[in-house]
């Protein structure tokens, strides 16, 4: 097979820093096992705006449909609060999202060991969490038409519109059972099909796919907002969690929180197979763009290396190099190094984001030692 090819969109505020420790544990790979990338890197959102006028340029969108997987840092800031909706930085990663058809979004609430006293729940609550989240990421109410700001009389209405087809509900729920195949065979799909049609849709079809051809998967289904209350208080029942798009936007959020924080979580996003049997695929972390500490070098780069492990896992076919850097993430934790939103009340001296990424990269060369 050819080098495989990277897009990486490192996008506004952290963004481009974490990232610059993924492109040294990138070089790492090339080096020493022998897993070269062909590495492009091009602007999203803000960045995006601010050179061309458009959070996503035609040409970035074409290059991200050509190359066998996306990495993105973050998108959005203050210093475009006031731009038109269209043309605001979140846009270009919704683009993005839509025209790669990504409609599997997995994000995983792993809570390492030695941060479980971090998490603002109880350690025996958290500690040894490893949990999936599989939101729709290209559908519902994100996307549904109609939508729009209009005036009724002599006030204004704001509609977004809830809308799934089967066929959408089928392809997410198939992921999910996928998913708890390799994991702990357990999916719990959220909606609330108790005020909505689509909810209650959504409930027939997952349960017709897993009746047809996962009856093997342990199933359950939950209210959302009942959903919500369980993570809180036992999150450890669940494993794989199937959810729409809005929910699991908030669900993911607060998922993430039980890990102590939003600054270690990956996302893949995954679509249908390309000619080359890998799925398109986008991978980012969950935090966000984080503003307010963008350019000091305090950001955590590893919610961004873990994103990189994701595609070493799921378009590269290298699980065992993903487990080998989500081990030397491990160790570098157990090892007390702390990024800034790490400190706790234990009045440790934080590293910064390089110091980080180096960490990450000794960690890796020890382990071929
Ligand atoms: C996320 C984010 C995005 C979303 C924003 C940045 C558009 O919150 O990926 O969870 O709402 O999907
Ligand atoms: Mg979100």
Redesign the pocket.
């Known amino acids: 097979m050819s080098t495989p090819s990277l897009l990486i969109l490192p996008g506004d505020g952290i963004g481009p820093e974490v990232m610059a420790e993924v492109r040294r544990i990138i070089d790492w790979y090339g080096d020493k096992r022998g897993l070269a990338f062909e590495v492009s890197e091009d602007l999203v959102g803000g960045a995006a705006y601010d050179a061309h006028g458009t959070p996503l340029h035609d040409d970035t969108m074409a290059k991200a449909q050509e190359v066998d997987a996306v990495l993105l840092g973050a998108?959005?800031g203050p210093k475009y609060d006031d731009l038109d909706f269209s043309v605001k930085?979140?846009r270009g990663?919704?683009r993005l999202?839509k025209e790669m058809d990504l409609f599997a979004?997995l994000r995983p609430a792993q809570c390492f060991d030695a941060l479980a006293d971090f998490s603002s729940l109880k350690r025996d609550v958290v500690a040894g969490l490893d949990i999936m989240i599989v939101r729709e990421?290209t559908s519902g109410i994100?996307f549904g038409e109609p939508r729009g700001i209009h005036t009724e009389g002599n006030e204004r209405v704001g509609v977004n519109t809830q809308r799934y087809t089967e066929s959408e509900i089928e392809r997410v729920a198939r992921s999910a059972f996928e998913l708890a195949r390799r994991r702990g065979n357990k999916v719990c799909s959220m909606e609330k099909a108790n005020v909505m049609e689509s909810g209650i849709l959504w409930r027939e079809v997952v349960q017709e796919v897993h009746d047809k051809d996962y009856a093997d998967v342990e199933l359950s289904h939950m209210y959302a907002d009942a959903g919500a209350m369980q993570l809180c208080r036992w999150p450890k029942q669940f494993d794989v969690i199937v959810t729409d798009?809005l929910f699991g936007?908030l669900l993911?959020?607060a998922a993430a929180m039980l890990t102590g924080s939003l600054g270690m979580l990956p996302?893949a996003s995954l679509g249908a197979p390309m000619e080359n049997g890998r799925p398109k695929a986008l991978y980012?972390p969950?935090h966000?763009s984080a503003p307010d500490i963008a350019g000091q070098g305090k950001a955590n780069p590893i919610a961004c290396i873990l994103s990189f492990a994701m595609a070493l896992r799921y378009s590269f076919d290298a699980g065992d190099e993903a487990d080998r850097l989500e081990q030397a993430v491990e160790k570098v934790l157990a090892d007390g190094l702390r990024t800034a939103d790490l400190i706790g009340e234990e009045g440790r001296s934080p590293v910064s984001t390089a110091e980080m990424g180096s960490a990450v990269l000794a960690a890796l060369d020890s382990s071929l030692a």
């Open positions: 998108v959005g930085p979140e990663l919704l999202r979004n990421l994100y798009n936007d993911s959020d996302s980012e969950v966000g």
